[in-house]
């Protein structure tokens, strides 16, 4: 028996209830991780929300989390009891103080990254290096337009940026913000309740604006992205935080200048043990050589039970970087 958060049905943060469960013995692919820290991702309220349907219901939350092997099942042969662990791609039911995990899902954690650390940048780092690496490959000197700069993934790809030579023009909402993001290693900022992006991001490239911008806001930035872009450019589009672009006319696109989109997401890019490997030996590399510093505020730890009050914390926008809970 160990405790939960889960929910009965679709709803704000106030759905989310802690309970008790039945932990499975794992299934013989599958690895029993007793978490020590688990992370908060804003997809995570997609989930409760009902934006991103859920398998069935009453459902756990949650898909990252690092922490300690308990017990592995009869095929296992990558984990042992007692490995170090963090994942970013379980199924749902990572709020919680046990969970089971395929074993391609779980990459061994370095003794020089704590739980801590893992929790709060596996999800978002991998995102950041399928993002900048492998959707469009960011070059040395090149500028580029990254909206939520001063959130858990634009903090890394600030970081990640400067450590490649790139020059990243992050959007914020605050002064305070904007500090945070050019901290972190942001080339310029915007701050989008009082600049225009489109024409701020031409006035920052002399007019030859950018090849790439990477979008997690969704509705409210789609037409200034757009703008952002030069002839040929390509927008990729990861996140809904202002909720989905729906109703497009791609005729937009060549309005523009024959422009591209995707959408892209990290069940797309890291889909094997193979791949999961490269995508976080690259991330735990740069974090051992603190070219990215992980660090969560006491204020952004959570205990487990209080899952409804971190949701309540991240939709308000009131956080920058990671939000941990803590069981």
């Known amino acids: 028996m160990a405790k939960r958060i889960q929910f009965n049905e679709h709803g704000g943060p106030e759905v989310l209830q802690w309970v008790d469960f039945d932990v499975a013995d794992p299934a013989e692919h599958e ?3 007793e978490n020590k820290a688990i992370g908060i991702n804003y997809i995570d309220t997609y989930v409760r929300s009902g934006l991103y349907p859920t398998p069935a219901l009453p ?3 949650g898909t990252e989390a690092a922490g300690v092997v308990k017990s592995v099942g009869s095929a296992v042969t990558h984990f042992k009891p007692g490995d170090r662990v963090v994942y970013a791609q379980s199924a749902l039911g990572a709020y919680s103080e046990r969970h089971n995990v395929h074993e391609d899902r779980l990459a061994r954690l370095p003794d020089a990254i704590s739980f801590e650390q893992a929790a709060a940048c596996f999800l978002k780092g991998l995102t950041v290096q399928y993002l900048l690496r492998q959707t469009c490959e960011v070059k040395p000197d090149e500028i580029f337009l990254f ?4 959130g858990g993934v634009g903090l890394i790809a600030c970081q990640w940026a400067k450590a490649l030579g790139a020059h990243l023009i992050g959007t914020v909402g605050s002064a305070e913000k904007a500090k945070l993001a050019k901290d972190a290693g942001a080339w310029a900022t915007i701050n989008y309740r009082e600049e225009n992006i489109a024409q701020r991001v031409s006035e920052l490239t002399d007019g030859k604006k950018v090849r790439v911008v990477y979008d997690s806001v969704g509705k409210d930035t789609w037409e200034p992205s757009l703008d952002s872009l030069r002839r040929h450019g390509l927008l990729v589009s990861f996140g809904n935080s202002s909720g989905p672009v729906t109703g497009v006319d791609l005729a937009i696109l060549n309005q523009k ?21 490269l995508a976080s030996s ?12 992980v660090e969560v505020p006491e ?4 205990s487990l039970q209080d899952a409804a ?3 309540q914390t991240l939709e308000s926008r009131a956080t920058h970087g990671s939000s941990l809970l803590i069981p």
């Open 147 to 150: 909206h939520a700069a001063a």
């Open 309 to 311: 009050k971190a949701h």
């Open 299 to 302: 204020s952004q730890k959570f």
């Open 257 to 277: 200048g024959s422009l591209y989109v995707t959408r892209p997401s990290l069940f797309g890019y890291i889909t094997n043990r193979q791949e999961l490997d």
């Open 282 to 293: 690259e991330l735990f590399s740069l974090i051992a050589s603190r070219a990215i510093k």
């Open 31 to 33: 690895v029993q991780v």
């Open 59 to 61: 459902s756990g939350l």
